[in-house]
């Protein structure tokens, strides 16, 4: 079980208030706070962000990959711009100003592996690139909804993730399922910040229940776009959850673990009374700072009323049958 952010140990030289991990916003600022006493860094730093290093740094060098377009989802928007999508990033491991394609040069996505490990008959490790070379991808058209009220629609490339978890067969003890990410300061610069030493914060962890895992939504995805992930995206593998806040998706996975109790999940530690376990989009559950019944789209600006689980209830709505939409698990609170 992870720390609870009260547990958190800074070294007193840190001087951080543990407040600080129960307040998204606050927790932000301070990473970005963080980067300011780098001094040499900045100068590098600096030098990262010229536009030249940013153009290579974006979307150049990625691989194509072949997908049979799956046509069961629908948009109902125009798709937001590749470069869009990828120059306005939730990824903290790097960055926490959405500048992430800034800050991921050292990052190396390649060689990879992912496991599938704990309650189940058949443990495996995949490879990641000869899981991409030996599975049937499939193209689907998603919308997104990050909880910071921004949206996207864009076109993930990927395998159903219930395919891989069935693979592995299940024990009938199997209840949920954990999603962990990469363990990489020296690649990561925001790990590699005193973030790191707050015991056991990374790296990000997230987990479903395991009907929710194996719902047709659930993507287990390596591509975007018709290519391989960038890294801001969560190179080479990561989940993507359309009814879900865009944290429940980790980024860069290294293991997938079934289990019979619920796991903590990363934002649930940080601040549990404003990112529940379920965390479905949910226009009538407002987080507690700010109103989620509208969404804006990025690069455009168009704003869209919210739908509840994101427009995606056909999918998954049966999920969640019997659960009052008042109980504090269905949107934010404890739980
Ligand atoms: N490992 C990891 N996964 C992560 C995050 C993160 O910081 N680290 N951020 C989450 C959040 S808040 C969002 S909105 C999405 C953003 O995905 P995108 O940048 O590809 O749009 O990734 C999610 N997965
Ligand atoms: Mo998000």
């Known amino acids: ?19 600080v991990f129960q307040d998204r916003r606050r927790f932000i600022k301070a990473l970005g706070l963080a980067g300011v006493s780098l001094g040499p860094w900045a100068a590098l730093s600096r030098w990262l962000d010229t536009p030249a290093h ?7 060098g990625l691989a194509d990959l072949r997908a049979a ?11 937001t711009e590749r470069k869009v999508a990828a120059t306005f990033n939730n ?23 992912f496991s599938v490990s704990g309650l189940v008959e058949y443990p495996r490790t995949y490879d990641v690139a000869e899981f991409i070379a030996s599975q049937p991808l499939e193209e689907r058209l998603y919308r997104f909804r990050c909880v910071e009220a921004w949206a996207m629609a864009v076109p993930w490339i990927g395998v159903p993730l219930r395919k891989i978890i069935e693979a592995a067969k299940p024990k009938p003890s199997a209840r949920y399922v954990r999603f962990l990410s990469f363990l990489r300061p020296r690649q990561a610069p925001g790990q590699d910040r005193w973030l790191s030493r707050a015991n056991d914060l990374w790296p ?13 939504l659930a993507l287990l995805t390596v591509g975007i776009f018709g290519q391989e992930l960038p890294k801001q995206h969560g190179a080479p593998v990561r989940v993507i959850l359309p009814w879900k806040y865009g944290f429940k998706g980790i980024k860069s996975l290294v293991r997938i673990e079934l289990t019979e109790k619920r796991p903590e999940t990363f934002w649930h530690a940080l601040a549990p009374d404003e990112y529940g376990f ?8 407002p987080h507690p700072r700010w109103s989620q019944a509208t969404e804006y789209m ?18 998954v709505a ?5 659960m009052s939409e008042k109980d504090p698990r269905f949107g934010f609170g404890k739980g």
Do not use: C, I
């Open 69 to 79: 377009k799956d046509a069961s989802f629908k948009l109902d928007r125009p798709l």
């Open 1 to 19: 079980m992870r720390a609870k952010p009260t547990d958190l140990d800074l070294p007193p030289q840190e001087a951080t208030p543990k407040e």
């Open 204 to 216: 990000y962890f997230e987990a479903l229940t395991l009907p929710e895992a194996l719902n047709d």
């Open 278 to 285: 379920f965390s479905n989009v949910n226009p009538e559950k």
């Open 54 to 60: 940013a153009q290579g740094a974006t979307l150049q």
């Open 318 to 322: 049966h999920l969640y049958e019997g």
């Open 91 to 113: 990824f903290y491991e790097f960055s926490s100003n959405k500048d992430v394609w800034k800050h991921v040069g050292k990052f190396k996505p390649m060689p990879w592996s």
């Open 298 to 315: 990025l690069g455009t600006n168009e704003v869209h009323d919210t739908k509840l689980y994101n427009g995606y209830g056909k999918w």
